[in-house]
């Protein structure tokens, strides 16, 4: 029953179902007219996937070095501001940099390159620009690393927040208006033509945050986040992997976030508050901690529901229902429940610390009809087990209360309880068995 | 007088204890000891109603303990000073010895056996603002006891107290052990080191794989050959 594939094959599945994945989104995304229900599913999996990466980003912190960090909003905002600043066409400036008389930096990095190598240079300013946003984002990270990363649990968290919080004060700041445009929006740079872009650059930075957990560096995130004191003792240097684990992270946070300025077209910096952090933390603790899988599962789910699913929530009508409660931000109340309900009773998220894997996924395939015709018997031996549990319970209260009255009563009749053992004064063997 | 008779535990399909009798009467130390995985420290874990028994009865004096809460267990006074210390790091020594009262309500009593157990243990009660967790292992365990006295226990069980500490601080607290004793608590001793406990025992059990396999006065079980190759590496 249970399926064993060798790597080769695993391989090649793999393949096709990503190029079956990106062919599908790509076609989608060209032939679908807007509007249908169907490019709904598009902008879903568009989203998704940037969420994915920064859920990744942060599983890889959170879930496998142990580091409890809440920097992730902040370190997307520098990662957006980043990719946009360079990449606005030289002919908008004037128009976004309204109130900073056009601004300081007066190019655009994809026009530049473009006139000279033509679209090929288009995408390698798109290229460099996102590159080069992970990559600021990784210094900035490495830099805050010093000091923050002497922290443990939720001194690190209360750290990383408020150093979030500093980034966004920071882009808002009317005397760096020249550069970041203050507390205006940024809009008009380049943005992807086709929704397959941030699944592609989405997927490979996965594909990366995946070699590097599998890798030596991995593992000893992994026995860093389990025992620290156990994990120094091998000689691992905790620092060290520490700031590599965060600087890594924040770097795919900052591709995530030029991604995320793509997809939105326009960017200010107020939205990259906590509550995005928050939302980010909710999609990897609903996919599981620990799992990369997970939080790309989580990432979908999340975006599904908040961008589709449960829009009706704030338009007066949803599945058929109608009702004056469902008015904006109804949404976000029964997020908010649906969250608790999780946390409550599907602690472990919904992959737990498991990975995706060939093996695993056609097995619970293969035994799905056998699953599916059992199941109302499993659950009548469940309820019947709950039933004898509850009534296993019910007779040790009654035994308890029994014995308590046993007692009064010996107590007052003055009987010995017991008669006490014999002492020798030399050794007794016993028989080896249990009576 | 604490009395065990036919003690049975099961976790989940494994039969961790098959029937065990054992008496702890009064002013006498009776030792339990026994290599690792034999069911010691689930003989005391399920006496203190840490661990659910399949079957059995647990009495102490003319009440019968078997289906007692922990709470009620301990105000019998029946206490267990847990194997591995389990002080509260974050709590001071003075504070670790309060936590030891919690079920008690008479103040000038509480401060009667504050003033005694520090008696007992002059090295602890000169740290009394000290945080648990900066103590030695010896004072750790010194803490751990002190604070098993503090709810005024007849029988006193003691988890290992001689886990990884060094030979001279073994000495220590086993003089301690029997200065308790002397001072009319009764005690159930629990060791690996079975020389150390069955030099000070009155009385001692053996027990392998769930079962008792010999019983005997601790002096004679010392010199029994048997106990001497399976547990005291002569």
Known sequence: MEVRLNNKTKAALSAIAVALFLIFVFLGDKFIPAGSTWKMLITVIEKGSIYALVAASMNLLNGF???????QAGFMLIGAYSYAIFTIPAGSHEKVYQYFDGGIIKWSLVEILEG???????????FIPMLGAGLFVAVIAYLIGIPVLRLKSDYLAIATLGFAEIIRAFFQWNTLGPVTNGSNVLRKYTTYGNA????????????????????????AFKAIRDDEIAAEAMGINLFKHKEISFVISSFFAGISGALLAM??????ATPFNTVMTYEILLIVVIGGIGSITGSVIG????????EWWLRGLDSGRWLGISSSLMRPGFR?????????????????????????????FLTWWKRLPSNLKAWPERHRAKSEARKEARAVKAAAKAKAKEAKADNEARKASGKALFTPLPMSDHVIVFEKEGK | MLAIRNLNVHYGGIHALRGIDIDVPDGKIISLIGANGAGKSTTLKSVMGLVPKSDGHVYWDDVEITSLKTKDIVGEGIILCPEGRRIFPDLTVDENIAAGAYLRKDKDGIARDREWVYNLFPRIAERTWQLGATLSGGEQQMLAVARALMSKPKLLMLDEPSLGLAPLVIKDIFAIIQKIKEEGVNILLIEQNAKAALEISDYAYVMETGVITMAGPGKALLNDPRVQQAYLGE
């Open chain 1, 196 to 219: 397959v872009f941030p699944v592609l650059i989405g997927g490979i930075s996965i594909a990366l945050i995946l070699l590097l957990i599998n890798s030596t560096y991995g593992r």
């Open chain 1, 332 to 360: 976000k109340v029964v997020f908010a429940v649906l969250i608790m309900l999780i946390v409550l009773f599907y602690a472990q998220g919904i992959m737990g610390s498991k990975e995706f894997s060939w093996d695993r």
């Open chain 1, 263 to 268: 997809f939105q077209t326009t960017i200010n």
């Open chain 1, 65 to 71: 070095t142990g580091l409890f960090s809440l920097g």
């Open chain 1, 299 to 306: 990432a979908f789910l999340f975006t599904a529901a908040s």
């Open chain 1, 116 to 126: 000279k190598i033509g679209i090929l240079g288009h995408y390698i300013g798109m």
